[in-house]
C-alpha cells in the first residue's frame, strides 16, 4: 500500500508540473490547438513527447517569461526523473523481498532485475534533460543582458565546482558509515 501511494504522489506531482506549463502557455496565448496537443500527450501519458513539444513551443514565442519556463520545465523534468526513482527504489525492495523469502524464484527475480535496467535507461535520458535545464535555470537572462561581455562559461564552472563541493560533502558524510562496516576487511 505504501509503495503505491510513493507511485501515485510521484505520479500526482508531475501531472501538476505538467499542467502548470499547460496553464503557462495558456497565459502566454499560445493558440489553443498547440495547447490541445500538450494536453492530448497528457492524457496519453507521453510525457516525454509533452516536455519536449513544450520546450520546442519557446523557439517560437520571442516575447515569453524564458526564465519561468524553464523554471517550470526542470520542475517537470525532476517529477518525471523522481517517479523513474521511485519505480526502482520499489523494484529493489521487490527483489530483495524475493531473495530473502522461502521460495526463491529466479525467473522473477530476473524479471525484477530487467525491469531495473529499463528504468535505468529511462532515467539515464531523463537525467540529461534534468541536468541541462538546471544549468539553464542557474544563470537568468539578466547576466547576459545587463552585461555584454558576461562570460557564462565562467559562470557555469564556478556552480559545477559548487555542485560537486556539495556532492563530495554529502559523499563524505555517507562514507565513513561505509567505512565504519567495512573497518576489519584490509581489501576494501
Known sequence: F???AAVAEAQARLNIALNDIVEFYRNEKLPDDSVAVLID???KHLTTEFLMLAESYSNCMAFINHDELISKLYTAWSAFLEGFNV????ALKRIQILKDGKKKDPNAILNFENLIKQIDKKRSEVSWSTLRLKAMKS???EKFINNPDF???KEYKTIA???RIKFT???TIVEPKHLINNSFNINK
Open 139 to 141: 544563470i537568468p537572462k
Open 169 to 171: 560533502i554529502k559523499k
Open 41 to 43: 500527450y497528457i492524457d
Open 161 to 163: 565546482e559548487s555542485e
Open 151 to 153: 562570460d557564462y562559461q
Open 2 to 4: 505504501i509503495a503505491m
Open 87 to 90: 519505480e526502482r527504489r520499489l
